[in-house]
């Protein structure tokens, strides 16, 4: 049942992406040119999925566990450190460069329009030389840290 869920949930937020417009990295890039074509339309997106966010937060909480699982798995930790602040960093110059972010390039790729796959490629490869990066350094993420310590 939890691969179906997450299966419809996946493509319900696939169709909104792409009804949306967001999956056209012209459109978000246009929300950043402030001195040219801008397009608000990225803020009125954000404003609906916020808005979403906020009421289904408030229902599902309301519950004493969650419908698939056990247990409500929330994070523990609420500080900010360097690896979080760093990664929002990368993702927003990322976004702001290549006009994607993950969850816009994935319904894309439908498109077949091969700047997806060039882009998705980057990700996947940004990915495994982060992973790689902390396991040379010795570096811990911090839901590592977390576990270790409970």
């Given at each position: 049942?939890?691969?179906?869920?997450?299966y419809?949930?996946?493509?319900?937020?696939?169709?909104?992406?792409?009804?949306?417009g967001?999956?056209?990295?012209?459109?978000?890039?246009?929300?950043?040119?402030?001195?040219?074509m801008?397009?608000?339309?990225?803020?009125?997106?954000?404003?609906?999925?916020?808005a979403?966010?906020?009421?289904?937060?408030?229902?599902?909480?309301?519950?004493?566990?969650?419908?698939?699982?056990?247990?409500?798995?929330?994070?523990?930790?609420?500080?900010?450190?360097?690896?979080?602040?760093?990664?929002a960093?990368?993702?927003?110059?990322?976004?702001?460069?290549?006009?994607?972010?993950?969850?816009?390039?994935?319904?894309a790729?439908?498109?077949?329009?091969?700047?997806?796959?060039?882009?998705?490629?980057?990700?996947?490869?940004?990915?495994?030389?982060?992973?790689?990066?902390?396991?040379?350094?010795?570096?811990?993420?911090?839901?590592?840290?977390?576990?270790?310590?409970?």
């Amino acid at each position: 049942m939890k691969l179906i869920s997450s299966y419809a949930i996946g493509l319900i937020f696939g169709i909104g992406i792409s009804i949306s417009g967001m999956a056209n990295p012209a459109k978000v890039l246009n929300f950043f040119d402030f001195a040219g074509m801008w397009d608000p339309s990225l803020i009125f997106v954000m404003g609906g999925a916020l808005a979403t966010a906020f009421i289904g937060y408030r229902i599902v909480f309301g519950f004493s566990r969650p419908l698939l699982s056990d247990r409500f798995n929330l994070p523990a930790r609420r500080d900010l450190d360097l690896p979080l602040i760093g990664g929002a960093a990368v993702f927003g110059v990322g976004w702001g460069i290549g006009g994607f972010c993950p969850g816009g390039a994935l319904p894309a790729l439908g498109t077949g329009n091969y700047e997806v796959f060039i882009f998705a490629a980057a990700m996947v490869a940004g990915i495994l030389a982060a992973k790689r990066l902390q396991r040379w350094s010795g570096q811990r993420t911090s839901a590592q840290k977390h576990q270790e310590r409970t």
